[in-house]
């Protein structure tokens, strides 16, 4: 089972930018689908962007377009989503997944505790 730590949330104002890992731990990624979904209080997790295996191909929610980019480094076991341009809406906690399809949620099957996103205006 593939274990996942995040790291580089924090406070920062908006406009500014903020670039989260998420190493894991256990096995290989290179062959999953990677994720990260954000969680604002008294909200569901919702989808923000992912990567496929490859790193060929990323999908982003609409929100985030032109703003977050998601990239990853295999041989690091590592994903990094670099976050430009943030808004007081991006504060969330945002939980990296791998092994799913996309933007489903349900098909992640392994998920890390989260790293806290907080912007101010």
């Known amino acids: 089972q593939v274990q996942l730590v995040e790291s580089g949330g924090g406070l920062v104002q908006a406009g500014d930018s903020l670039r989260l890992s998420c190493v894991a731990c256990?096995?290989?990624?290179?062959?999953?689908?990677m994720g990260w979904f954000r969680q604002a209080p008294g909200t569901g997790r919702e989808f923000a962007a992912s990567?496929?295996?490859?790193?060929?191909?990323?999908y982003y929610e609409d929100s985030v377009k032109g703003r977050f980019t998601l990239s990853r480094d295999d041989a690091k076991n590592t994903v990094y989503l670099q976050m430009n341009s943030l808004k007081p809406e991006d504060a969330a906690v945002y939980h990296c997944a791998a092994g799913g399809i996309r933007s489903i949620r349900a098909t992640y099957d392994c998920w890390g505790q989260g790293t806290q996103v907080t912007v101010s205006s």
């Open positions: 256990g096995r290989s990624i290179s062959a999953y689908t």
């Open positions: 990567i496929t295996s490859s790193g060929d191909s990323t």
